[in-house]
Nanobody, 114 residues
């Protein structure tokens, strides 16, 4: 059974930082690209950041220079360091494992107050 469990969300003031973590089980972690998506009410999921098996990273333009994705294959975890947060970063953040199929976590709420 595949499980992706996100943690680290919460409430922060604009300009602050949060670090999201995602713990994966039930997959061979190193075989998967890992991504973070976010969703706000009424909108589609938006890819925020992705890291390949070879540790190549891709970011949405809206977060470049502020967010950093990393992975630890020994611990089966992927992290998202979020700095200089803005109110428009408020969303539910989801971790995904991307292979022949895509697995999703349950999401964690990030709220950035003005």
């Amino acid at each position: 059974q595949v499980q992706l469990v996100e943690s680290g969300g919460g409430l922060v003031q604009a300009g602050g930082s949060l670090r999201l973590s995602c713990a994966a089980s039930g997959i061979t972690f190193s075989n998967y690209a890992m991504s973070w998506y976010r969703q706000t009410p009424g909108k589609q999921h938006e890819m925020v950041a992705s890291i390949t098996r070879a540790f190549f990273t891709v970011y949405a333009d809206s977060v470049k220079g502020r967010f950093t994705i990393s992975r630890d294959n020994a611990k089966n975890t992927v992290n998202l360091q979020m700095n200089s947060l803005k109110p428009e970063d408020t969303a539910v953040y989801y971790c995904t494992a991307d292979g022949t199929r895509q697995y999703w976590g349950q999401g964690t709420q990030v709220t950035v107050s003005p």
